[in-house]
């Protein structure tokens, strides 16, 4: 029952948003059709950060209670968060290269972004090469742990490297800042909302599969 | 267990032999219960360095330095062990054993027998209070059995302990005044 | 603990590798005299931080397969002092192989990548590359394919460490004081730090089994 009604309203946030973003929502008058990316770049990004974060706090639970529920979630996370910072990077790519006139820069926050998902690509492919058992739980949960202890280093790193190297930023409308209208902010909002929803129903139902398997294999 | 005492463990192929020798050396820990060696927990620093320092371990593999020659395998691990007077002992060790020939030779040219030789002379270095062996006698002739199961017999006459697994009835039957079978997970005296 | 370094095959083949992929960027650019400060530090650094990725990995495999680290845990040692004296012996395999790759950089591109900076990167890069290639390399050599699984975890996890060092030798190379020196000098010795305190910590619950 609780599923199902779930279902129903993160399918209709799901929808509504795909009607905002497409035909409901003012077209940004400085960058155009294109702007339009950023009502899926940006719900996307805070899902794959709120996943980083996860991923770190339950690996340290499981560190400490050793309760293997907590080993689950934490790969279901990091499965889930991975393909969001996909999506994040996939859809930051695309936008960048009409905006800013380059597909990729060294600035901080898109090095961050990068690195961070490579770590935890890493974390995923190390849960699939190593031999299955109460190690590789402990040492996966390490392994992100020290993900997340490196992530300020790298941003931090990341933004001397910044200062070294100004960046040239040659596209038409690198210069220009433009700010959103309350439609927009909305339409924004309603995005994040039904990507956080589709996120933990997606997590939701990985953490069932993965238990399950668990179970089997006990 | 007690001082002097020289326990076989026996058991079929895969039953857990090497795993429950394992747990006692410290290498693995279990998953449920709790294990005390010498009245201490294997498991927790600083307490396992005292056991760590009275125990001898000789595994299925010969855990030695393949490329440095026997003379300097024995001497790390003395050094490591804390023996000062680690040239001494380390002859002593080798004579003992029939492999002072050896000494100036690397482990990787030597035979399987005579690596199992250099890996068992490698647990006796600290004349440990208790031996932990796994299948001692794998690989080696009929002679160095013999060598073998006098060492565990004068081992026995120091009261100290052994604890050994083995698939060879004569060496077994010397060695051991206690046996016991492990059988799907239960451990019972014979 | 420094009888390990009676292995040299580890200085060997870093060297080589890295000898390897500096010959290959040699033999390709046009004008190897002319060559950017920004890409030569790339060139060394890249070439380091790779083979030395392969080196190790071979070297943990090889103490796996001999179970000559769970010899040494049987001793009444310490663990943080077998993680120490692991870390030391690295650290020097590295430093050697370090001096062999600058001195063939130098030949190939008639360059002087040597300076100041480059002589404080070398320490601070290998402190913490050994630090942390020792952890996951024991991390690794417990799996099949050790040498992807090391490369996968090590790479991304050193990133700001090979930032600084590729920082401070490009500024070595051109010749001119590097901006911001101070930041990344902090940067490196941060990161060495947290890895090593860290990583110390956590040394017992990996090789738990």
């Known amino acids: ?218 | 267990m007690e001082h002097g005492d020289s326990i076989c463990i026996l058991g079929e192929n895969g039953s857990g032999k090497s795993t429950l020798l394992r747990i006692f050396s410290g290498l693995l820990k279990p998953d449920k219960g709790t294990v005390k060696v010498l009245d201490k927990d294997p498991y927790k620093q600083p307490e396992n360095l005292f056991i760590k320092q009275k125990m001898g371990v000789l595994m299925h593999s010969n855990m030695l330095y393949p490329q440095l020659t026997l003379k300097e395998n024995l001497s790390f691990f003395s050094k490591l062990l804390g023996i000062i007077e680690y040239k001494t002992r380390v002859n002593e060790v080798a004579d003992e054993l029939n492999i002072s020939r050896f000494l100036n030779i690397e482990i990787y040219k030597l035979s399987n027998g005579n690596q199992r030789k250099a890996s068992f002379a490698k647990s006796l270095l600290n004349d440990p209070e208790i031996l932990i062996a796994d299948e001692p006698d794998a690989n080696i002739d009929n002679d160095t059995i013999e060598t073998f199961s006098n060492i565990f017999l004068q081992r026995s006459k120091k009261s100290k302990a052994n604890l050994f697994t083995s698939h060879n009835e004569v060496f077994f039957k010397k060695c051991s005044n206690r046996k016991m079978k492990l059988n799907s997970g239960s451990l019972s005296e014979l | 603990m420094l009888i390990e370094l009676k292995s040299k095959e580890i200085v060997v083949t870093i060297t080589l590798f890295s000898l390897l992929v500096v010959s290959i960027f040699a033999v390709t650019s046009s004008n190897p005299s002319n060559l950017s400060a920004e890409i030569g530090s790339g060139i060394i650094w890249a070439s380091i931080v790779f083979s030395g990725s392969i080196a190790m990995s071979k070297f943990f495999s090889h103490e796996e397969k001999n179970e000559t680290l769970n010899a040494v845990l049987l001793m009444p040692v310490p663990i943080e002092l077998i993680f120490f004296g692991k870390i030391l012996s690295l650290f020097l395999f590295l430093t050697i192989s370090e001096c062999l790759i600058i001195t063939a950089f130098s030949i190939l591109f008639n360059s002087n990548p040597l300076s100041i900076y480059i002589l404080i990167a070398i320490p601070v890069f290998n402190l913490g590359f050994s630090c942390v290639v020792t952890f996951f390399g024991i991390i690794s050599s417990k799996s099949r394919s050790n040498e992807i699984l090391l490369t996968l975890l090590l790479i991304p996890i050193i990133i700001p460490l090979i930032m600084f060092a590729t920082e401070l030798t490009r500024a070595g190379l051109e010749g001119i004081a590097s901006q911001n020196f101070n930041l990344w000098l902090s940067l490196g010795i941060l990161f060495d730090i947290v890895f090593l305190v860290v990583l110390t910590f956590l040394f017992g619950k990996i090789i738990e089994q």
């Open chain 1, 1 to 218: 029952m609780l599923r199902n009604l779930y279902l129903i309203i993160s399918g209709a946030a799901l929808l509504l948003s795909v009607w905002m973003i497409f035909i409901w929502v003012p077209t940004e008058v400085n960058q155009g059709l294109i702007q339009r990316i950023l009502y899926i770049h940006v719900p996307f990004a805070w899902a794959s950060m709120v996943a980083i974060i996860a991923v770190a706090i339950t690996s340290l639970m499981f560190l400490i209670t050793k309760k293997i529920h907590w080993d689950n979630l934490a790969q279901s996370l990091a499965e889930v968060g991975v393909v969001s910072a996909v999506v994040m990077l996939f859809s930051g790519i695309v936008w960048a290269k009409p905006v800013w006139g380059i597909w990729w820069t060294g600035e901080a926050k898109l090095t961050t972004a990068l690195i961070l998902f490579l770590i935890y690509c890493a974390y995923l492919v190390f849960r699939n090469y190593f031999p299955p058992g109460g190690a590789r739980n402990r040492i996966a949960a390490i392994i992100a742990l020290i993900g997340a202890i490196d992530s300020p280093i790298i941003y931090y790193a990341a933004q001397i490297w910044q200062q070294n190297h100004p960046q040239v930023v040659v596209g038409p409308l690198a210069t220009q800042e433009s700010s959103l209208s309350s439609e927009m902010v909305i339409t924004l909002l309603t995005c994040v909302l039904a990507v956080t929803l589709m996120f933990i129903g997606i997590v939701w139902v990985q953490y069932k599969t993965i238990s399950r398997k668990g179970l089997k294999n006990v």
